[in-house]
């Protein structure tokens, strides 16, 4: 069962994810919350292993949320939910080291699939955020160029994943094992010094290795 935790201030949203997973076949929907005031008491007791984390919440915003996670529990995996109508609130959200990013508008059988997969070990981005933070990024100034060090095999992979693609689909473009892009991913983000697809998103964009 893969144990679900929500944070929305949408009242009517979260009604309609904890319909969503109580229905699902292998989710335990543990609570869902519309702020993160009692976060930290909240990820000791429930030990969630997927948090749905919104962005805009009063207090404490889905960033800084995702932070705290990642020190208390780091084996706890987040997936960012989002409008993307601040591109600073995107990159920021990139940074703070969630494994996937979602739009609100993203099809209830479709968050099923990304939470399955980001529980998988896998990440996920979908295509009109990765196209956001494109944008954003060819709008900043040039970094220092990295030697990244990159094989021609993980440049493909992650020039894929930064168009939004999911581990599933970039092994059925590359014609690979779903095993083998995320070996390939761990490489990545050893070579990249990071620790999550944001950070080597955002590395990538910003060094034009993609």
Known sequence: MIKILLYDDNRERRESLEELFTCATGFSFLGAFPDCSRLKSQIREYSPDIILMDIRMPGVNGIQATQLVKQISPSTKIIIQTVYDDDENIFNSLKAGAEGYILKSTPAD???????????????????????????????????????????????????????????MVAAKLGITYNTVNAHVKKIYEKLSVNSLGEAVSVALRNKIV
């Open 110 to 168: 479709k968050v099923i699939q990304c939470i399955e997969e980001v529980h998988g070990g896998g990440a996920v981005i979908t295509p009109s955020i990765a196209l956001r933070v494109t944008r954003y990024f060819n709008t900043q100034p040039l970094a220092v160029s990295v030697e990244n060090g990159l094989t021609s095999r993980e440049t493909e992979v992650l020039q894929l994943m930064t168009q939004g693609l999911s581990y599933k």
